[in-house]
């Protein structure tokens, strides 16, 4: 729009980033802007009583009320565009039924900024157009009144110029408020007689080329799935009279053949005796908005580092199988592959190479997968395969040709080179199977028979085979971990930590038992691996938070002389919320200082959840837990992640420690670990200190504590 003086504009924002976002965006633009700047309702109010201004830019939500505030006191000529926030579509239909000229819509990237000499220019001409309509309005009456003695015989026809001249107006109003979208007029049969420049670009149609065409020819949409035409809403608001959505999933086809993913609204214009005089088709190209929440789909069911289907997306999977296999008699099978020798790269060459190792068998996977099937990583080193139409036997083959193509593979990493295998679990999906747990209990067994067997090898389940019975063994720790948390058969131990200086209080580190219906005491080395395998760990750490911090707040001598407590937590917990709040939630409610309390966490746990450990760390230590890294050393990349783990103390695994009275090589470890740790300002504590001699040579090192057999033995808690 050409204009010879500024536009003298009223802005009205209480934030004052935005004023300064604004304030950049003209300069830089070089826009022809007089603005001036109300940062509250009464400011605006005070300033619209002084002065006139040609278009007002009003922000919805401000300090002392909205912009609804302020719109009695604009006058009528005077335009408003209100600017909203995301998701406030509510407030634009309110402003735009106040008589809002526009609206935009804010985002947090300031793109909207972009909008408003966009959005200022069609509102001004639309102004203009409106003042010309107007002066036509005036100047037709006037000559109607000269020579109403002349138009008496042409009385009809003047009444038709009218109407038509009511139907023009009323199309231009519409068009003029819908003039930041793609818009398209059509009379009642179908024909254009209107497009905007927005519809121009995205149907690649000019106004003097769409004219008097059926609609048809010109706005081309089909459905984005299966690729089929879709009714025109123009033609169904045509015959059935109703204002039009398209549905989800709209695709429009341009002039020259590419396609936009649109959202539009197709809308009857109605005369004065409320017949349809033609339709409005309003639309806009959302395929960045459909693309991103395309995007957000795949990533919730595909794995981020080798893009195959995540462990969600199989289950679905497997699950829609278990309901197929009800209704038909089809053949599936399901291969469970865990690839042999991974965690020896991961801790020898670090997690880059384990995640490029990863990427690298993927790749090989895929060239031997058919099409039809599935291949996911269900976790860690993991991969599952569903096959579809697949008899056992053919299965078979197929698995031991994954099988052949991963044995054959030799890693590359650093001038290193390394042969790694898989062991595969086999089993057809039959109608054994009811429920997807138990579909997944046994091919996980399957899988721990091929390693059992002596791994790099295929294992092809049978019903009631004995194998997978005798590995089930550890699987009916599920039942029996379950029944001692719910009638509570979990006992509490305790190990002194002993400081190599002077005491300063009881500091112990506490430990779990199982006390079986038989009273027979269970160490932890006969069920933890079967609850870290199958789930149950978060909630076993659960029960020994709470009931270690319920003890302490009914033992409140105990509670005054202790010094530290420590709680070891499992990786799975170290991931979890509601471990977090389960924490948080019982230092609140006992009432106890959070500053006693210790929580170990592995190394290798701590690592494979580097930044979910880190989170859980931060949280719980700005109310004053500390932490301890067990088992320090155990991991070959220990100390290039110990500078990003916010722990207090580390615990130097006692594979190191047991030996340095003997061992020139572990009494070396232990000493740099500790000179490390203290130069990083964390204290350090030994374990399996099993003989004073231990104990004197990690006194001479310097070691903050020491914890074994020969300092004391586990306990239960409260003897």
């Known amino acids: 729009m050409n204009r010879k003086k500024p536009v003298n504009l009223l802005l009205v924002e209480d934030?004052?980033?935005?004023?300064?976002?604004?304030?950049?965006?003209?300069?830089?633009?070089?826009?022809?802007?007089?603005?001036?700047?109300?940062?509250?309702?009464?400011?605006?109010?005070?300033?619209?009583?002084?002065?006139?201004?040609?278009?007002?830019?009003?922000?919805?939500?401000?300090?002392?009320?909205?912009?609804?505030?302020?719109?009695?006191?604009?006058?009528?000529?005077?335009?408003?565009?209100?600017?909203?926030?995301?998701?406030?579509?509510?407030?634009?239909?309110?402003?735009?039924?106040?008589?809002?000229?526009?609206?935009?819509?804010?985002?947090?990237?300031?793109?909207?900024?972009?909008?408003i000499p966009i959005t200022i220019d069609n509102v001004l001409k639309a102004k203009a157009v409106e003042a010309e309509l107007e002066s036509y309005r005036r100047h037709l009456e006037k000559l109607v009144e000269e020579r109403t003695a002349e138009l008496r015989l042409e009385i009809d026809y003047r009444k038709r110029a009218e109407e038509r001249l009511m139907q023009e107006k009323e199309r231009a109003q519409v068009t003029l408020k819908s003039i930041g979208d793609a818009v398209i007029v059509t009379g009642d049969t179908g024909l254009i007689e209107f497009i905007n420049p927005a519809a121009e670009k995205l149907t690649e149609w000019r106004h003097a080329e769409a004219l008097g065409r059926p609609i048809d020819e010109v706005f081309h949409i089909i459905d984005e799935k299966t690729r089929k035409p879709l009714p025109n809403p123009v033609a169904q608001c045509l015959s059935e009279g109703e204002a039009k959505i398209l549905m989800s999933g709209t695709v429009l086809i341009d002039r020259l053949g590419r396609e936009y993913a649109i959202q539009d609204s197709a809308a009857p214009i109605r005369g004065e005796g409320n017949e349809i005089q033609g339709v409005v088709l309003v639309f806009s190209d959302v395929s960045h908005a459909r693309r991103l929440s395309r995007e957000l789909a795949y990533q919730a069911s595909h794995d981020p580092l080798t893009g195959l289907v995540n462990r969600r997306e199989f289950e679905t999977r497997l699950n829609r199988v278990l309901q197929t296999r009800k209704v038909c008699e089809?053949?599936?099978?399901?291969?469970?592959?865990?690839?042999?020798?991974?965690?020896?790269?991961?801790?020898?060459?670090?997690?880059?190479?384990?995640d490029?190792?990863?990427?690298?068998?993927?790749?090989?996977?895929?060239?031997?997968?058919?099409?039809?099937?599935?291949?996911?990583?269900?976790?860690?080193?993991?991969?599952?395969?569903?096959?579809?139409?697949?008899?056992?036997?053919?299965?078979?083959?197929?698995?031991?040709?994954?099988?052949?193509?991963?044995?054959?593979?030799?890693?590359n990493w650093n001038n290193q080179s390394f042969h790694i295998g898989v062991s595969i679990g086999l089993m057809a999906i039959t109608e054994e199977f009811n429920c997807l747990n138990d579909l997944l209990m046994v091919a996980d067994a399957s899988c721990y028979a091929a390693k059992d067997a002596g791994r790099n090898r295929?294992?092809?389940?049978?019903?009631?085979?004995?194998?997978?019975?005798?590995?089930?063994?550890?699987?009916?720790?599920?039942?029996?971990?379950?029944?001692?948390?719910?009638?509570?058969?979990?006992?509490?131990?305790?190990?002194?930590?002993?400081?190599?200086?002077?005491?300063?209080g009881e500091h112990y580190e506490i430990l779990v038992r199982i006390l079986s219906a038989d009273r027979e005491v269970i160490l932890p080395g006969a069920f933890i691996p079967a609850a870290e395998r199958y789930g149950l760990m978060s909630?076993?750490?659960?029960?020994?938070?709470?009931?270690?911090?319920?003890?302490?707040?009914?033992?409140?001598?105990?509670?005054?002389?202790?010094?530290?407590?420590?709680?070891?937590?499992?990786?799975?917990?170290?991931?979890s919320d509601s471990a977090q709040h389960c924490i948080q939630a019982a230092l609140k409610k006992f009432n106890l200082p959070a500053d006693r309390f210790c929580f170990e966490v592995t190394e290798t746990a701590a690592i494979a959840n580097l930044n979910q450990a880190t989170r859980f760390m931060g949280a719980l230590k700005t109310l004053g837990c500390r932490f301890a890294l067990d088992d320090f050393g155990s991991g070959l990349s220990s100390f290039a992640y110990l500078k990003n783990l916010p722990v207090d103390f580390?615990?130097?695994?006692?594979?190191?420690?047991?030996?340095?009275?003997?061992?020139?090589?572990?009494?070396?470890?232990?000493?740099?670990?500790?000179?490390?740790?203290?130069?990083?300002?964390?204290?350090?504590?030994?374990?399996?200190?099993?003989?004073?001699?231990?104990?004197?040579?990690?006194?001479?090192l310097g070691v903050d504590y020491a914890q074994g057999f020969w300092l004391g033995r586990p306990e239960p808690l409260g003897e």
Not at 386 to 395: D, S
């Open 458 to 504: 295929v294992f092809v389940y049978q019903k009631n085979d004995e194998e997978i019975r005798r590995l089930s063994g550890q699987m009916q720790w599920v039942a029996k971990l379950n029944d001692a948390l719910d009638h509570k058969r979990f006992q509490l131990y305790r190990q002194p930590i002993c400081t190599t200086g002077t005491q300063n």
């Open 539 to 575: 909630r076993i750490d659960e029960y020994i938070i709470e009931n270690t911090l319920l003890w302490f707040a009914e033992h409140s001598g105990a509670l005054a002389d202790l010094s530290m407590c420590s709680i070891n937590l499992s990786g799975q917990t170290l991931g």
């Open 356 to 411: 490029e190792l990863l990427k690298q068998v993927t790749s090989l996977l895929q060239r031997k997968v058919r099409k039809r099937d599935t291949l996911a990583r269900l976790g860690g080193d993991e991969f599952g395969v569903l096959m579809e139409h697949c008899g056992i036997e053919q299965a078979e083959r197929l698995a031991d040709e994954l099988r052949e193509i991963i044995a054959d593979y030799r890693f």
């Open 650 to 700: 580390l615990k130097i695994d006692g594979m190191f420690v047991k030996d340095i009275c003997c061992d020139p090589v572990d009494l070396a470890m232990v000493k740099s670990i500790n000179e490390i740790g203290h130069l990083l300002g964390k204290q350090t504590i030994a374990e399996f200190v099993e003989t004073e001699e231990i104990y004197l040579h990690l006194l001479e």
């Open 15 to 115: 934030d004052l980033a935005d004023q300064m976002s604004f304030k950049r965006f003209v300069k830089q633009e070089q826009l022809p802007y007089d603005y001036t700047i109300a940062g509250s309702v009464a400011e605006a109010v005070d300033l619209l009583k002084k002065q006139t201004f040609e278009i007002v830019l009003a922000d919805h939500a401000l300090g002392d009320g909205t912009a609804f505030d302020i719109v009695d006191y604009i006058p009528m000529a005077t335009p408003i565009i209100f600017v909203t926030g995301s998701g406030n579509e509510a407030v634009a239909v309110k402003a735009l039924k106040l008589g809002a000229a526009d609206y935009l819509t804010k985002d947090l990237n300031g793109e909207y900024l972009h909008l």
């Open 330 to 354: 089809d053949q599936f099978a399901f291969c469970y592959l865990d690839l042999d020798q991974f965690k020896v790269i991961n801790d020898t060459c670090g997690h880059t190479a384990g």
